[in-house]
């Protein structure tokens, strides 16, 4: 049984399905900001929405359980983990997959409103996932076959332009990665980072508008792909993580970017 966050739409969304497709059943978290006003400091575009996650849900009826919460709120997330517990009977599977972009100028202009979101969200909100989540991993009755995914970017191994503090926090969750991947030896829980490149998703295009760019599809140069990447593609890679066949990729970052190159 899984627990995704960022779920209503885009790489999350695309992870549920995935999942529901390999038999899981899962507790889909999203923050349901929209462009009300419980959008972040800097976020420019709208976010995910109350009625997309439930429409969701209602596309798997008997295997997704709709969840509204913030990542950066630990006792939310810790309610949801509960959750999953509580209606499925275990939790082997984490995607901490919620995320924002905020940038479009260069770090000595960016402000430090902007760079607490990214780290609010992008960082903490992995780092609150997996706090609430793993020890039910660990308490499991197969703790080694349980997974923690966190979707970090490309931009966790390249710099950016203009997104300096988004390339700091994907720098960071991949540290944070490697850092629970060491402190999850023996247990048999595994944890991992899936690095996607330019992904066709609305946070792409988000980052289009921070370019000043007419289509996201402009990405697609940067991708020896030559093509944006689906999230079904990226959901895939996801879902071989969470399998137990995935726990060889213990502690890795697996860069599912296309061939992504700045």
């Known amino acids: 049984m899984a627990l ?13 399905r995935a999942l529901c497709a390999k038999g899981y059943r899962v507790v889909a978290v999203d923050g349901c900001a929209g462009d009300g006003p419980k959008r972040p400091a800097g ?3 709208a976010l995910a929405t109350k009625g997309e996650l439930e ?16 990542v950066r709120d630990p006792d939310a997330l810790a309610e949801a983990a509960a959750l999953a517990v509580a209606r499925f009977g275990r939790l082997d599977a984490v995607v901490a997959a919620a995320a924002v972009i905020v940038g479009g100028r260069p770090l000595w202009e960016t402000p430090v409103a902007h760079v607490h979101t990214l780290w609010e969200i992008d960082v903490l909100g992995v780092w609150n996932t997996a706090a609430a ?42 540290g944070l990665v490697r850092g629970l991947a060491a402190d999850l030896v023996g247990t048999g829980v595994t944890a ?23 289509t996201m599809d402009a990405f697609a140069s940067s991708q020896l792909l030559r093509r944006l990447i689906d999230p079904a593609e990226i959901a895939a890679t996801i879902a071989f993580c969470c399998s137990p066949e995935g726990g060889v990729l213990n502690g890795s970052v697996v860069s599912a970017d296309g061939g992504f190159t700045p």
């Open 192 to 214: 991992v980072a899936v690095s996607p490149g330019s992904t066709r998703t609305p946070m792409l295009s988000a980052t289009a508008d921070l370019y000043a760019l007419d």
């Open 55 to 70: 429409e969701l849900a209602g596309d798997h009826p008997d295997a997704v359980v709709p969840y509204v919460a913030d």
């Open 133 to 174: 989540c793993v020890p039910h991993l660990l308490d499991g009755p197969e703790p080694g076959g349980c997974r923690f995914v966190a979707v970090a970017s490309a931009a966790g191994s390249h710099g950016l332009l203009r997104l300096s503090a988004y390339t700091m926090a994907k720098h960071a969750v991949v």
């Open 43 to 45: 976020v420019g575009y």
């Open 4 to 16: 995704v966050t960022g779920a209503a739409r885009g790489i999350g969304a695309a992870a549920v």
